[in-house]
């Protein structure tokens, strides 16, 4: 009797999971894995985990330019001189200032954005590629653009201040007390389309149909957006806000382009703080200790995020 075609196959399927199970089959199984991923996790051994690994061991020694002597391990010597260095925590500072002045307004401003990009207007394509713009540009070519429109002699804004009869206009990027704000403005207008594309992604995920079950209810705009909106779309936004969160404490080029860390040290982040320590005065050791507390402290915010992700039952 000839078996059914059907019937094949469902046994060839059942002597597979069989084949699987058995110990050299789950052997099997897990080289085939890990050949697949092991293309995916070469780039990542040599340009993340490598550098990291040789940052720590370089934290470890008192390596310097220009010296004539033997590179010496001295252990965390570095981060117990890095303990009692107030102009590094005071760049701390300056960095979490940094972070949160840039995230939260940024956050703010893309959900408003994403509101009205979102809505049935005219020209809505239009309007969405434009809104991406400033996310196209690299941030040194951002950096030199907004020196420009803060130069105190013939920027942008300085003229616009003259005309309006408002002052003959400052320095806005020399100034101690108006530096960081002018910084702050720039980073928020850079990352501003990339929280917003974000955001839109999560409201396309919002039905229609419960907006429009809602406002049969008698919802208004602001009951609709809390008690449908805000729920599907609280995810997205907390993702979006830790990544920014993180990537804004390690923001280093549009800084260095505007203000070099400058006046006075008034913009001067962390990253600046150890790029400062490495190539303009050549203690390597030292400012390697400094990227290892920066990594450090962002893999405490990722955990933080991470962990309240999967408390809060959704995944991660």
Same mark, same amino acid.
């Given at each position: 009797?000839?078996?059914?075609?059907?019937?094949?196959?469902?046994?060839?399927?059942?002597? *597979?999971?069989?084949?699987?199970?058995? /110990?050299?089959?789950?052997?099997?199984?897990?080289?085939?894995?890990?050949?697949?991923?092991?293309?995916?996790?070469?780039?990542?051994?040599?340009? *993340?985990?490598?550098?990291?690994?040789?940052?720590?061991?370089?934290?470890?020694?008192?390596?310097? *330019?220009? @010296?004539?002597?033997?590179?010496?391990?001295?252990?965390?010597? !570095?981060?117990?001189?890095?303990?009692?260095?107030?102009?590094?925590?005071?760049?701390?500072?300056?960095?979490?200032?940094?972070?949160?002045?840039?995230?939260?307004?940024?956050? +703010? +401003?893309?959900?408003?954005?994403?509101?009205?990009? $979102?809505?049935?207007?005219?020209?809505?394509?239009?309007?969405?590629?434009?809104?991406?713009?400033?996310?196209?540009?690299?941030?040194?070519?951002?950096?030199?653009?907004?020196?420009?429109?803060?130069?105190?002699?013939?920027?942008?804004? !300085?003229?616009?201040?003259?005309?309006?009869?408002?002052?003959?206009?400052?320095?806005?990027?020399?100034?101690?007390?108006?530096?960081?704000?002018?910084?702050?403005?720039?980073?928020?207008?850079?990352?501003?389309? %990339?929280?917003?594309?974000?955001?839109?992604?999560?409201? %396309? !995920?919002? /039905?229609?149909?419960?907006?429009?079950?809602?406002?049969?209810?008698?919802?208004?705009?602001?009951? @609709?957006?809390?008690?449908?909106?805000? /729920?599907?779309?609280?995810?997205?936004?907390?993702?979006?806000?830790?990544?920014?969160?993180?990537? !804004?404490?390690?923001?280093?080029?549009?800084?260095?382009?505007?203000?070099?860390?400058?006046?006075?040290?008034?913009?001067?982040?962390?990253?600046?703080?150890?790029?400062?320590?490495?190539? @303009?005065?050549?203690?390597?050791?030292?400012?390697?200790?400094?990227?290892?507390?920066?990594?450090?402290?962002? $893999?405490?915010?990722?955990?933080?995020?991470?962990?309240?992700?999967?408390?809060?039952?959704?995944?991660?």
């Amino acid at each position: 009797m000839n078996t059914p075609t059907g019937a094949g196959k469902g046994a060839d399927s059942v002597t *597979s999971v069989a084949d699987a199970r058995r /110990p050299g089959g789950r052997r099997a199984a897990g080289r085939s894995a890990w050949y697949l991923v092991l293309p995916a996790l070469i780039p990542i051994l040599l340009l *993340s985990v490598g550098p990291l690994l040789y940052g720590v061991l370089l934290a470890l020694t008192d390596a310097q *330019s220009g @010296r004539t002597q033997a590179t010496r391990w001295i252990g965390a010597l !570095n981060f117990r001189d890095l303990v009692h260095d107030t102009l590094f925590w005071e760049s701390f500072r300056i960095g979490l200032v940094w972070a949160a002045g840039v995230t939260v307004p940024q956050f +703010l +401003l893309a959900l408003g954005l994403a509101l009205l990009l $979102s809505q049935d207007l005219r020209l809505r394509g239009l309007a969405r590629a434009l809104a991406i713009v400033p996310w196209a540009m690299p941030e040194v070519v951002v950096g030199i653009m907004w020196r420009l429109v803060y130069d105190p002699d013939a920027g942008i804004l !300085n003229e616009t201040l003259r005309d309006l009869g408002l002052g003959d206009g400052r320095d806005w990027l020399g100034a101690l007390a108006t530096a960081l704000p002018a910084v702050i403005v720039v980073g928020v207008w850079a990352g501003l389309p %990339q929280t917003t594309v974000a955001l839109l992604a999560g409201l %396309q !995920n919002v /039905p229609r149909e419960l907006h429009e079950a809602a406002a049969v209810d008698g919802a208004g705009a602001w009951r @609709r957006f809390r008690a449908v909106t805000w /729920p599907a779309l609280r995810p997205v936004a907390l993702a979006i806000t830790a990544l920014n969160l993180i990537w !804004n404490l390690n923001s280093f080029a549009l800084v260095y382009v505007l203000t070099s860390g400058g006046p006075g040290g008034r913009t001067r982040l962390p990253s600046l703080f150890a790029y400062e320590e490495a190539f @303009r005065y050549g203690q390597f050791g030292y400012a390697a200790a400094m990227g290892c507390v920066l990594v450090a402290v962002v $893999s405490v915010l990722l955990a933080v995020f991470l962990a309240g992700r999967l408390r809060g039952g959704a995944p991660a």
